[in-house]
């Protein structure tokens, strides 16, 4: 199914009386829009002014198709229901892109500015976008959306992992998720990497003591210079089934990374601990740990995850402004 033939799939929830247009074509000038770097209410009525009669050419719209306003685009935007979105888009994104054996995914989650509501209370609450991103095709798979007061992130995960239903990946994850998650992936038939930080003092120290006074399995080391700095990456493997085997499900490898840096002349150190359930050289899992900290965006994946966002944006006009825009010169007219 095409991307319009998937928003043709969200119900209708204006009244019938005074619509001027169709839903699922409002949604996709949004998308593209916003594909566009035209981020709030007045950009996306800016963006209909300039390309709009282009559009409707290249759909083979009616000439005097009726092109939507800024209070149209900011009434849909208030109105739709972000997790019908978000379940629409991972549906279309699996479409898209059909997955690899054995290809690597970031899951993370990330708050959405200006949704936090009771900010200087116990009781604070904001809305987060769980995204699953996959490191070789730099593109995002699937996205959800999560109530902070509702969900955790570890049980959005998983969830998330169920709902896209994939067997013989890897999820790379942050130190917040527990045993129940990992435990979740490796029953799907998936691995996981995970960063180890200093409160998981147990784990921590193990690892630390491990690379003390063991041979590491594998290693590597790579250099790299630019932007100021240079850098020197160096990885080591630890057989982590006879250490932690007894405490961490299906845990197969520890991994110890020490980066070593010159920035503007001035050296520094730092020294980070990993856990996995694959088996890999140093190297692949290099690949992989980079993957995960540079992470750059397809301009699909990473539209969509911020046109989830504005429907978040309820107060006035405030256009976002959401980091580096991607906006192209002319219009992707591949929407399928």
């Known amino acids: 199914m095409s991307l319009i033939e998937h928003l043709q799939q969200i119900s209708e929830f204006r009244a019938a009386r005074g619509q001027r247009h169709e839903l699922w074509f409002v949604l996709l000038l949004i998308i593209l829009g916003a594909m ?40 849909v935007m208030q109105q ?27 899951c993370d989650g990330k708050s959405i500015k200006g949704s936090v509501t009771n900010y200087n209370q116990a009781e604070q609450n904001f809305v987060s976008l769980v ?4 490191h070789h095709r730099g593109v995002v798979q699937a996205v959800m959306p999560m109530e902070q007061n509702l969900m955790s ?49 147990r784990l921590y120290r193990g690892i630390a003591q491990q690379s003390k006074t063991q041979q590491p399995l594998s ?19 630890f057989d982590g089934v006879a250490a932690f085997g007894h405490e961490w499900p299906g845990i197969q490898s ?19 601990y990993y856990i996995s359930s694959a088996v890999a050289s140093a190297q692949q899992f290099h690949c992989i740990i980079r993957g995960t900290g540079a992470l750059r965006i397809d301009c699909i994946g990473s539209r969509m995850s911020f046109f989830t966002k504005i429907l978040h944006r309820k107060a006035g006009d405030m256009q976002l402004r959401l980091g580096q825009s991607f906006a192209t010169s002319s219009l992707p007219w591949r929407v399928d």
């Not at 991972?90 to 995914?105: I, L």
């Not at 991994?255 to 020294?271: K, L, S, T």
């Open 219 to 237: 290693c590597y080391q790579e250099h790299e210079q630019g932007h100021g700095r240079s850098t020197t990456w160096r990885g080591s493997v």
């Open 80 to 106: 739709l229901d972000y997790h019908v979105l978000a379940a629409l888009f991972t549906d279309w994104a699996q479409v898209q892109h059909e997955v690899d054996t054995g290809e690597w995914f970031a």
């Open 153 to 201: 992130e570890q049980d959005v995960v998983r969830v998330l992992l169920d709902a896209v239903g994939f067997n013989g990946i890897g999820v790379t994850l942050d130190a917040l998720h527990c045993q129940k998650t990992l435990h979740h992936i490796v029953k799907q038939g998936n691995d996981y990497l995970v960063c180890v930080k200093a409160n998981q003092q």
């Open 131 to 134: 995204s699953l991103f996959s």
């Open 254 to 272: 520890t991994i110890v990374v020490q980066r070593h840096a010159y920035r503007d002349g001035n050296p520094f150190d730092e020294c980070h």
């Open 36 to 75: 566009m770097g035209y981020w709030g209410y007045r950009p996306l009525a800016e963006f209909v002014e300039i390309y709009g009669q282009e559009i409707c050419r290249k759909l083979e719209l009616a000439s005097d198709t009726k092109l939507p306003s800024y209070s149209t685009f900011r009434r």
